[in-house]
């Protein structure tokens, strides 16, 4: 849709040349008709009024505006073929009444009107071009070439302008798709992490109660495996709240995920180690490597939490256009026993979900590997 100041700014020329063919017929004719000078005063009218009616143009005002106008330019080609307006000094307002229709319906309709308006301008203009004179059909013929060029560039901006649009709602549909994931996995980290701490703490506190008015050595007790329990908690909250930052900006993904297992280490006091095999390099979206870090993030959270691991070895490489990652802990694995693929861990029902959607979001390749009572190998395969 065409701004209102541009449509003002056509009906303004509009305006002006209604007045000047006006002025000019009133000048220029020996013989002054009132037919002819009605047409002409009529036009000027309908040029006055559509100043008015810029803000509520529609498609059907805009159609009749393109008749009138191509109808008037007709009607004056058609006054100097009938030698009432003198030739060549009557072909400057023609001209510019051709350049006026074919301009405005460039710029204010499709394709379609504008070749068919384009071949009516042109057969005016050859209808009624005076004998031997040729120059108005070239005018008609340059500006016709104009306006198609700019309604086939028009039309193919305006293809551009859909296609971007619908890309962009696609993109708004995957983001929100994004945050409603992220949301729901954090609400799930939430449950089984540092809230399942806070109820037994809240339960251990009420133990503590009933025991301080029978047993007060007990009560110390059991105050003294509270604040243990407490040690525990931060920790989750730290891990909990680590999850969810990104990675340092600027920072390669092997260098964060060193970062990440030292910080582990601290935290937890499970010895850590952590390696990289060959060159790797960073994936080229930086979705891919968030998700990477938070695969990473959620591996480690559940051999702290479940596993009871006293060691894990986290190791990562690079082959075939693949990034793979090796993760492996002492602790007391699965309660199945087994290497299972990503398809057979989601038809069995097994295995860590949060890491197995992640995974699959990514096109990657899972293998996990449960020792009960040694410990559990997963290995990842992203490509990139």
Known sequence: MVPYRGRLALRIARFVLALACLAWYARSAEERFTSILAVLAAYAAY????????????????????IADALYFGFWNWLIAAGWLGWPAAGWPAALLCGYLL??????????????????????????????????VWVALGAAGVAISEAFLKRYLERRLSHTLRHNVIIRSQAQGAREAERQRIAADFHDGPLQSFISFQMRLEIIRKLLSRDVEAAREELTQLQELCKTQVSDLRSFVRSMRPPDEGVSLPASLSRMVDQFQRDTGIQASFSSQNQIHDPAETEVSLELLQIIRETMHNIQKHSGATRMALSMGMRDHKIEIRAEDNGSGFPFSGSFSLDEL????????????????????????????????LEIRIPV
């Open 103 to 136: 301009a405005s319906a460039a710029i204010l309709h499709d394709l379609r009107r504008v070749l068919v308006t384009s071949g009516v301008a042109v057969l005016l203009a050859l209808l009624f071009a005076p004998r031997g004179e040729v120059a108005i």
């Open 346 to 377: 989601e038809l069995l029902r097994l295995g860590p979900a949060s890491i197995k959607r992640r995974v699959r979001m990514l096109n990657g390749e899972m293998q996990l590997e449960s020792r009960p009572g040694q410990g559990t190998t």
């Open 47 to 66: 040029a006055i009024g559509a100043l008015f009616e810029a803000k509520f143009d529609s498609a059907i005002r805009a159609g009749i505006a393109l």
